[in-house]
């Protein structure tokens, strides 16, 4: 909710908004396969940073926009760094879960990721809200490009798993 005042707050109608977020949401289907494919060619790792940089712009660009153009190229950004990094993310564990020769527990370690994640955004929700009543709107997001700084250090120290060289990668040839 903070995030749409903020949105107003620079001049973004309501109806604006709403062309953003099926913006964020077409990039996102458009792009899943394709971004899939990529992080089967290269290291999750690498994938995992372009995404976290992909969502530092979006939140720089958001702070210094007043124009639609500007929010767009922002949530292009975001939606592209999200879906970078949901395939590599979730690739990374598993191949980490397989090396250590325990991937029967993939669903159970996302399931626990994903209900830390909803924990967070909803103390992230609480907190922003809280904070908007005392503070300008820009410190939320300038609180989530401090959070992001956090999770680009810990990007630095993931291990890539080893891959053997008889591993079947996705290649283009199988989208077909």
């Keep these: 909710m903070i995030e749409r005042l903020f949105w107003e707050s620079r001049g973004i109608a309501i109806q604006e908004v709403v062309y953003l977020e099926m913006i964020y949401a077409l990039i996102i289907v458009l792009f899943e396969v394709p971004t899939g494919v990529w992080a089967d060619r290269t290291t999750r790792r690498r994938l995992i940073q372009v995404g976290v940089a992909l969502e530092w712009l979006s939140f720089w660009i958001l702070l210094y926009s007043f124009t639609f ?15 970078i990094r949901s395939g590599a993310e979730n690739a990374l564990l598993y191949e980490s879960l397989q090396e250590s020769h325990e991937a029967s527990s993939f669903e159970r370690v996302l399931g626990k990721l994903n209900a830390i994640g909803i924990v967070a955004a909803v103390t992230a929700a ?4 809280m904070l908007a009543q005392y503070l300008p709107l820009e410190w939320n997001y ?10 680009t250090v810990c990007s630095v120290f ?19």
């Design 69 to 83: 153009s500007g929010f767009f190229v922002a949530i292009s950004c975001s939606a592209i760094g999200s879906v």
């Design 126 to 129: 609480l907190s922003g809200s």
């Design 142 to 151: 300038r609180l989530s490009i401090f959070s992001l700084l956090m999770a």
């Design 158 to 176: 993931l291990v890539e798993p080893l891959h053997s060289e008889a591993e079947e990668r996705l290649t283009w040839r199988h989208l077909y």
